[in-house]
């Protein structure tokens, strides 16, 4: 259910991805397909255009893969940076316990939360680390 939803860009997440998914499922399998998922959006929607205006519709893997590589990696990077200079959360940590000031101990989630949430808001995905 998951890796369809993330591929057809439905993204339906019926789990919290903190504590389902380990780092590197995170960083392979969800990044990839919300890249995909979006790339091939986009492409779709530059054929309908061109085909709209009466153009050659194209070539999709060419459209594809120049999405991908110059539009949505380097904007993905540089949303993370500014993600995560403003305090997102970007390590390959394990989840850490702390003690609260009630004296219960608490596990707080980290991991490449900001690279999740770039790609996320320029796919225009769902889902996402926190579920």
């Given at each position: 259910?998951?890796?369809?939803?993330?591929?057809?860009?439905?993204?339906?997440?019926?789990?919290?991805?903190?504590?389902?998914?380990?780092?590197?499922?995170?960083?392979?399998?969800?990044?990839?397909?919300?890249?995909?998922?979006?790339?091939?959006?986009?492409?779709?929607?530059?054929?309908?255009?061109?085909?709209?205006?009466?153009?050659?519709?194209?070539?999709?893997?060419?459209?594809?893969?120049?999405?991908?590589?110059?539009?949505?990696?380097?904007?993905?990077?540089?949303?993370?940076?500014?993600?995560?200079?403003?305090?997102?959360?970007?390590?390959?940590?394990?989840?850490?316990?702390?003690?609260?000031?009630?004296?219960?101990?608490?596990?707080?989630?980290?991991g490449p939360v900001a690279?999740?949430?770039?790609?996320?808001h320029l796919g225009t995905?769902?889902?996402?680390?926190?579920?």
């Amino acid at each position: 259910n998951t890796v369809i939803s993330f591929i057809t860009n439905t993204n339906l997440q019926h789990y919290s991805g903190e504590s389902a998914l380990s780092l590197l499922s995170q960083n392979t399998g969800i990044l990839l397909a919300m890249f995909v998922s979006s790339a091939s959006g986009y492409s779709a929607c530059m054929a309908f255009c061109r085909a709209l205006c009466g153009m050659q519709m194209g070539n999709f893997y060419e459209d594809f893969t120049r999405i991908i590589t110059r539009l949505m990696l380097p904007l993905s990077f540089i949303l993370a940076v500014i993600f995560i200079s403003e305090g997102v959360v970007q390590n390959y940590h394990a989840n850490f316990s702390v003690l609260t000031l009630e004296n219960k101990f608490q596990s707080i989630a980290t991991g490449p939360v900001a690279a999740l949430e770039s790609i996320k808001h320029l796919g225009t995905n769902g889902g996402g680390f926190f579920g």
